[in-house]
Antibody, heavy 122, light 107 residues
Framework: QVHLAESGGGLVKPGGSLRLSCAASGFTFSDYYMGWMRQAPEKGLEWVSYISTTGSYTNYADSVMGRFTISRDNAKNSVFLQMDSLRADDTAVYYC???????????????WGRGTLVTVSS | DIQMTQSPSSVSASVGDRVAITCRASQDIGSWVAWYQQKAGKAPVLLIYAASTLQSGVPSRFSGSGSGTDFILTISSLQPEDSATYYCQQAKRFPIAFGQGTRLEIK
């Protein structure tokens, strides 16, 4: 069955960097768009980024554009989120997500990881 | 950018009740809407995609309808385990946007 396991979260100072990893299993990883979502404490869901099946196409929320970089390694069934210039408002649980497509258009997130907490604080 | 506005922000209902949650898009998004359920401390779960298609394994008491700018998630006969926060999400164009959430409480 589909399993997504995030790692790499933790406490980091403002201006610092962190790299999140997500190990995927139970499906043909290279067939799916993947993504990252986040949820600040007691807040709603926020889309962060998507990456296409080959990694050729990426999209980002305005709030992270230029600071975060999504990437994937299809040989290792993994997706990553490099987070630089972190700010206090980046504090959130970060979820790895498998994206289902309809006629090659990313349509919904059909599987979510359990999430990893990133805290940005001095 | 497309904004998604849910209403109500919270609702309280009894077991067996019919509950409807509305999501309005700031522009026409066709049928590119998904609905999620999130229980406290857990990751979200996909309920509905393409506005009205039930995700595999989701109970049939959940249904979705609408197109264009107005969408509805309906729970036909509320069960105790439906206590959760529900989110809509537009998939028409980037940036992807979620609604602010609707908290459903069982009386």
């Amino acid at each position: 069955q589909v399993h997504l396991a995030e790692s790499g979260g933790g406490l980091v100072k403002p201006g610092g960097s962190l790299r999140l990893s997500c190990a995927a299993s139970g499906f043909t990883f290279s067939d799916y768009y993947m993504g990252w979502m986040r949820q600040a404490p007691e807040k709603g869901l926020e889309w962060v980024s998507y990456i296409s099946t080959t990694g050729s196409y990426t999209n980002y929320a305005d709030s992270v554009m230029g600071r975060f970089t999504i990437s994937r390694d299809n040989a290792k069934n993994s997706v990553f989120l490099q987070m630089d210039s972190l700010r206090a408002d980046d504090t959130a649980v970060y979820y790895c997500a498998r994206v289902m497509d309809i006629v090659l258009i990313p349509a919904a997130i059909d599987y979510w990881g359990r999430g990893t907490l990133v805290t940005v604080s001095s | 950018d497309i904004q998604m506005t849910q209403s109500p922000s919270s609702v309280s209902a009894s077991v067996g009740d019919r509950v409807a949650i509305t999501c309005r898009a700031s522009q026409d998004i066709g049928s590119w809407v998904a609905w999620y359920q999130q229980k406290a401390g857990k990751a979200p779960v996909l309920l509905i995609y393409a506005a009205s298609t039930l995700q595999s394994g989701v109970p049939s008491r959940f249904s979705g309808s609408g197109s264009g700018t107005d969408f509805i998630l309906t729970i036909s006969s509320l069960q105790p385990e439906d206590s959760a926060t529900y989110y809509c999400q537009q998939a028409k164009r980037f940036p992807i946007a979620f609604g602010q959430g609707t908290r459903l409480e069982i009386k």
